[in-house]
């Protein structure tokens, strides 16, 4: 007999986690399949910033910055461990939008939404700021405004570890094969890594696959829809640390488009992104050799210290699936989410077109607000906005849980108690127990990576392979020796087979 769940989720990027965990904290059976790993793909590749986005400003996406401003201050509260204050500077020179333009953004992101952890935005001499030994001459005047940091990948995980523990069930690598609709059901056909395939059936199916949505709707389900996505790839480039500070910068093209240069992993600058419509399979995106040059001449313009394609350490690519709105040009297409719910002739079905990481949580919740009805829900008030994601409940700031973190263990060097602290927050102790050293903790793969958090990351956040651990879990693939990947994944395989004994450092 098949199983049988009141919601099916289909992807498990920021949007079908965000769905799971709002629908799984309700009470209701929840079964989310994703075909790959956990962010696999879009929601690993965003530039990293919980933010209102300022540029949509420009577009008129006045209740889309609202919105986002608002999400901001809430998901800072419930992930602070993952989420942080970044303060951007805003250079003004040749080029750029006028300044009485770019103060009157500034002031209206300011008050879109109200402020209770970031600072108002500010003017700025450069002549009597750090960035002076940065810039080029002619950019002497800017500005201050404050956003957040994310690590996107560990906020996905995180929203589906907390439905995990409030019932739902998360497969990964399970392919959805088809579902067809029966009375008062759909019937779903998934397979798993091993090729096994099984039915379930559920009330609600939810297509949350990203740039796969309009697929997924005509091949495996057999329906149509009047909405798309337009597909846009955005990548970013990676290089050795730019500047000292830990401020970013917002660089203006003379193309109207912006670019920003972010500190990244302590010895690194992140710059990104490009807007770039494309077609073929999202799987399958790479950075092209035109999109390097343009993020390094963005650079160039205003850095006194100038870059090329070949100081490039590491690049990446995501494609976006904008909600088609026919915009003329990619980078103005709106980045504001649409729920398509359709039920005539079959049980509900939800798709969702376009979103970005910064309101996923509010995604989430007008999902269920739309499937309410349908699945007997009498209380659809917010709940997500205030319930720590796991890991967020730090007893007070984040510096003051790092002492007291690297108090108990004491023998954890400085950068990787601040490392693990960011990544598990709380839950940190879930990973070093009771050890008393290093030694404890079990194999040393290399870079601080230890067997106690493999193991850690294998059976509560469904880490199987190497590059879930090194780059969706951690960063970590920036700091390890040449010869991590192999050894890691050789242990994974091991793993897999039913073993867990240590490999020899």
Known sequence: ??????????????????????????????????????????????????????????????????EALQERERLLGIA??????????????????????????????????????????????????????????????????????????????????????????????CRLLSARPEPGHWRAQLQEPSGTTYTVTASVLVNATGPWVGDLLHRELGLASQKTVRKVKGSHIIVPKLYAGDFAFLLQNPDKRIVFAIPYESEYTLIGTTDIPMQGDPAKVEISPQETQYLCASVNAYFRKSITPQDVCRSYSGVRPLYDDHAANASAVTRDYVLDLQQDGHPPLLSVFGGKITTYRRLGEHALQLLAPALGLANISSWTASEALPGGALGGSFESFLVRLGQRYAFLPPALCRRLARAYGSRVESILGTAQSLADLGTDFGGGLYQAEVDYLWDQEWAREAEDILWRRSKLALHVPAETPARLEAYLQQRSRGGRESIGN
């Not at 098949?2 to 949007?15: Q, R």
């Not at 700021?129 to 956003?147: C, K, M, N, T, V």
Request: one cysteine or more; glycine letters at 10%.
């Open 1 to 66: 007999m098949a199983a049988t769940y009141d919601i099916l989720i289909v992807g498990g990027g920021i949007n079908g986690v965000g769905i799971a965990r709002d629908a799984a904290g309700r009470g209701l059976s929840v079964l989310l399949v994703e075909q790959d790993d956990l962010a696999a793909h879009t929601s690993s590749a965003s530039t990293k910033l919980i933010h209102g986005g300022l540029r949509y400003l420009e577009y008129y996406e006045f209740r889309l910055v609202r």
């Open 80 to 173: 602070p461990h993952i989420i942080w204050p970044l303060e951007f500077l805003l250079p003004e020179g040749p080029g750029g939008r006028a300044r009485w333009k770019i103060r009157a953004g500034l002031w209206l992101y300011d008050h879109l939404a109200s402020r209770q952890s970031l600072p108002a935005s500010r003017a700025l001499d450069f002549a009597t700021h750090p960035a002076h030994e940065i810039l080029q001459e002619p950019y002497r005047l800017g500005f201050s405004y404050a956003d957040c940091w994310v690590e996107d990948s560990r906020l996905v995980v995180l929203n589906a570890l907390d439905a995990k523990e409030r019932g739902a069930e998360i497969r990964t690598r």
